[in-house]
């Protein structure tokens, strides 16, 4: 149980465009979904927290209207790289969570989707 | 200063090895932790909650001390599979994770 599946699994994009990430939950409801950031050989940095229904809190340093993101039911969440940049390319992870979840595994990650910018 | 550190590594061991890997933490109020596995591209995955009696799960054992606000993971008999990325992760308030930088690890034969 607790499966969350993360679409496209790898991107590769123009510089300038933009692309879509979605993060399912796909046998629970998440009240919140995490979006990570991790580039080579470097940890996991949190971008944003969402809430279901609610806007995104967004980590310091992360541009939310650059990285849009969408969390409009209790089993999707959508992370929009906009405009995206050679710099942008990484490795980027969602995950959920549920209170009744949480004390067998705070969040539950996604495969991660790595997009490479041109 | 990062919230958790960890030493990066590379580790090389033969196989069978015992090999053991600490992680520091800064914020005393982190509720609990964990550790991590993480392969080449792939998501982060559970291997183990840490706790301050100490916790075994087969060939991996970890333990918590909050006097001194460091986690270990020891990992007996290692094996080409184990060749990984460990993370050591503490869990905060808001349900919120903070990971180690990681350390890596390469079982050899």
């Known amino acids: 149980g607790a499966v969350v599946s993360q679409h496209p699994s790898r991107v590769i994009c123009k510089s300038g465009t933009s692309v879509k990430i979605e993060c399912r939950s796909l046998?629970?409801?998440?009240?919140?979904m995490f979006w990570y950031r991790q580039f080579p050989k470097q940890s996991l940095m949190l971008m944003a927290t969402?809430?279901?229904?609610?806007?995104?809190?967004?980590e310091q340093g992360v541009e939310k209207d650059k990285f849009l993101i969408n969390h409009a039911s209790l089993t999707l969440s959508t992370l929009t790289v906009t405009s995206a940049h050679p710099e942008d390319s990484s490795f980027y992870i969602c995950?959920?969570?549920?209170?009744?979840?949480?004390?067998?595994?705070?969040?539950?990650f996604g495969e991660g989707s790595r997009l490479t910018v041109l | 200063r990062k919230e958790v550190e960890q030493d990066p590594g590379p580790f090389n061991v033969p196989e069978g090895a015992t090999v053991a890997f600490n992680c520091t933490y800064s914020?005393?109020?982190?509720?609990?932790f964990f550790w991590y596995r993480q392969d080449c591209r792939k998501e982060p995955k559970l291997l183990m909650s840490?706790?301050?009696s100490g916790n075994e799960d087969g060939r991996f054992t970890a333990q918590l001390n909050r006097a001194s606000q460091y986690i270990s993971l020891l990992i007996r008999d290692s094996k080409l599979s184990d060749s990984a990325t460990y993370l050591c992760?503490?869990?905060?308030?808001?349900?919120?994770?903070?990971f180690g930088g990681g350390t890596r690890l390469m079982v050899k034969p």
């Open positions: 840490v706790y301050s």
């Open positions: 992760v503490s869990h905060n308030a808001g349900n919120m994770l903070t």
């Open positions: 969402s809430n279901e229904g609610s806007k995104a809190t967004y």
């Open positions: 046998d629970f409801q998440a009240t919140t």
């Open positions: 914020n005393s109020a982190s509720q609990s």
């Open positions: 995950s959920a969570s549920s209170p009744s979840l949480i004390s067998n595994q705070p969040q539950h």
